[in-house]
């Protein structure tokens, strides 16, 4: 199977996974589930990706391309569209071309998936 055909069944299980159960600290997490939750965690677990969905949502219209965000860093245009593409790879953050460019948005119901699931309180 192609890396992009990966992508796509990570995608689809990310949002199948967050919301459909109740946050961590009233039940015990599954295995599948634990596996794919990491992957959107560890994707965020990188400053300049958790700066980068922060750079998004927060931009006007909630959308953006590499060109609107790169002045926020010094990174090259590459770098900062790889990391793009990995919180996009996890289902955190949409995309959609447009000509030449490529426009980020956050995945609103895989962001709400995440915080019901993490944002339970403790007994």
Request: with cysteine; aromatic share 4%.
């Amino acid at each position: 199977m192609s890396k992009q055909g990966r992508e796509l069944i990570e995608l689809a299980r990310l949002s199948s996974v967050v919301g459909c159960g109740p946050p961590l600290v009233r039940e015990p997490i599954q295995a599948e589930p634990a596996v794919v939750l990491s992957r959107a965690f560890k994707a965020l677990g990188d400053p300049v990706r958790l700066r980068l969905l922060s750079l998004v949502a927060s931009h006007a219209d909630g959308e953006a391309c590499v060109c609107d965000l790169q002045e926020a860093f010094n990174l090259s245009q590459p770098t900062i569209s790889h990391h793009l593409k990995v919180l996009h790879s996890t289902g955190l953050l949409d995309r959609s071309k447009r000509g030449v460019w490529v426009y980020y948005k956050v995945n609103t119901e895989a962001m709400a998936g995440l915080a019901a699931l993490i944002g339970g309180t403790t007994r």
